[in-house]
């Protein structure tokens, strides 16, 4: 399976900003759709963002206005950028190829990320 890389989580204040990475190797030449979930303790994993092959990004209803998606091909990077954090916004967050677009052989449909963890503090 392709690496799934997620980086960026940290301990932060109420308030604070954050940005996540996700580095999936031969991102730009598979055309990866990626998705963002995260998952609370004790809750289920819940989707964030989405962010297909051409950038255009998908946000949940919950989280629109404070998060930004975006891609860096050149860095086989996706982003996401969350603003105003609150509490409820603990969780760890995962990266996943939702399909490549392209049938190469290195390419990987359904793959997740360990995750990074994201703790906000009142």
């Known amino acids: 399976q392709v690496p799934v890389v997620e980086s960026g989580g940290g301990s932060v204040d109420a308030g604070g900003s954050l940005r996540l990475s996700c ?7 598979c055309m990866y759709d990626i998705s963002w979930y995260r998952q609370a303790p004790g809750k289920e994993r819940e989707f964030v963002s989405s962010i297909d092959k051409d950038g255009t990004p998908t946000y949940a209803d919950s989280m629109k206005g404070r998060i930004t998606a975006s891609q860096d091909n050149a860095k ?16 760890m967050y995962y990266c996943k190829i939702d399909r490549s677009r392209r049938p190469y052989y290195f390419c990987s449909d359904n ?3 360990q995750g990074t963890q994201v703790t906000v503090s009142a």
Not at 81 to 91: F, S
């Open 111 to 113: 793959t997740w990320g």
């Open 23 to 29: 580095t999936v190797s031969s991102y730009s030449d």
């Open 76 to 91: 086989d990077t996706v982003y996401l950028q969350i603003d105003n954090l609150k509490p409820e916004d603990t969780a």
